[in-house]
């Protein structure tokens, strides 16, 4: 029996779940498909229920994971194959090369004589960045990461002479022995473009949920502000749709549980932004549990902010002003209406990321991509990897996956 515990993902749910095992004595391995932890928190501007920045948990969580030797982590990994049982379990993960030593160097001068720009996806391709990069000033671990194949042959030459970076680096495979594995492996959003009648990737000033958190996070492409994309103009007219491709038997046949609480939230960047800004809300139902009632009413009450109970059937974007054009059928008075909006944000549905792709030998997906069973297999899912979540919940399922985790190792 292997007393180690191997966690699947380095998000909210994945850093709970090691960092619970590792401080009762076990050591913990996280492996981290993307070049830093911290998942889809880290692209927040404000989460949920302090509405804090995401930099106030994480820098928390990456303190503790520094503090801590039963825990080791691997980013630009992912797990190749899973063989053996529950107790014995024989892991093999693959790790990219990152190019970029370890240590805290300031690459900045650097990093403005590269030649290649490349579509920043972090941002959501609202704005462009070097091969050499870090995706917020408090990444975790503090090491920028070189993309090589993105260099030019002169970007190349430039790199060559600087001390931290080792251009002859390998990809390797590691195997790791482990008793117990916790799936952390989060969501993503679903693809819009897939809802040609909502405008995303047709038309310019629709952006989704997510984009729009980059928009209003400081580190952000505008450092906070938040505007039009396709001029940079201050909107003041703003209309969110709600289950954009959830609870829709063609896409996702199941509620997102964040979208609501995450337009309300952003209906109030946009508030505290612009005073005289109108805000519209287009729903279905307004599902706000618990505690987020309190919160739904208290953003809802600002004679600015409106919300309409109908379902957005067309999006298009107005010739010449590049204003979008929202088709609706209010649900409570039955009239359809063509409505103007300088912005458009869709509440984008959140899908498991494990969706679409091969798993390892071992985990179980149901046909939506979320985890099912494996528990009995020593298998353990945590987050968004089972179920739609937001942080507060998803911590705490961390939490409950790490207690199974090692109830496993220890043989009870």
Not at 94 to 115: Q, T
Not at 310 to 323: C, F, L, P, R, T
Request: with cysteine.
């Amino acid at each position: 029996m292997s007393n180690s515990i191997l966690v699947v993902g380095g998000g909210f749910s994945g850093i709970t779940a090691a960092l619970e095992a590792a401080e009762v004595g076990h050591e913990v391995f996280i492996v981290e498909k993307a070049p830093f932890l911290g998942g889809r928190v880290m692209q927040l501007n404000k989460y949920f229920p302090k509405l804090c920045p995401p930099s106030c948990g994480l820098e928390i969580q990456f303190q503790r994971i520094k503090n801590n030797k039963n825990v080791k982590f691997f980013t630009l990994a992912e797990v190749e194959s899973i063989s053996g049982s529950k107790g014995n379990f024989e892991v093999k993960v693959r790790i990219k090369p990152r190019y970029v030593g370890p240590g805290s160097v300031e690459l900045s001068e650097v990093i403005e004589k590269l030649s290649n720009d490349i579509t920043d996806e972090f941002e959501f391709k609202l704005c462009d960045r070097k091969a050499l990069y870090m995706d917020v000033p408090f990444a975790f671990p503090a090491r920028y990461v070189l993309e090589k194949e993105n260099c030019t042959d002169e970007d190349l030459k430039l790199l060559e002479g600087v001390d931290v970076i080792d251009l002859k680096s390998e990809e390797k495979v590691i195997t790791l022995n482990v008793g117990s594995i916790v799936y952390a492996t989060g969501w993503k959003p679903y693809d819009v473009t897939k809802l040609s009648n909502l405008g995303a990737g047709t038309v310019q000033n629709c952006v989704t949920n997510m984009a729009l958190e980059r928009l209003a996070a400081p580190s952000g492409p505008t450092g906070g502000k938040i505007v039009r994309p396709s001029d940079g103009a201050q909107p003041k007219n703003i209309a969110f749709v709600q289950c954009a491709g959830s609870r829709d038997e063609n896409h996702l046949n199941f509620c997102s549980y964040i979208c609501c609480m995450a337009s309300l939230k952003q209906a109030a960047y946009i508030r505290d932004q612009y005073p005289d800004a109108k805000v519209t809300i287009y729903y279905i139902d307004l599902r706000t549990p618990g505690r987020y009632d309190k919160f739904a009413k208290r953003i809802l009450s600002d004679d600015r902010i409106n919300a309409v109970k109908g379902k957005v059937a067309d999006v298009i974007e107005e010739s010449g002003s590049g204003n979008v054009l929202v088709t609706v059928e209010d649900a409570e008075t039955g009239i359809k209406a063509q409505n103007e909006h300088d912005l458009v944000v869709l509440a984008t549905g959140m899908q498991p990321s494990l969706a679409g792709t091969p798993v390892p030998s071992g985990v179980q997906v149901d046909d939506q991509g979320f985890i099912v069973g494996g528990e009995e297999q020593g298998i353990f899912a945590a987050g968004c990897a089972k179920q739609p979540l937001d942080v507060m919940k998803t911590a705490q399922s961390g939490t409950a996956a790490a207690l199974k985790a090692i109830q496993t190792v220890i043989g009870r």
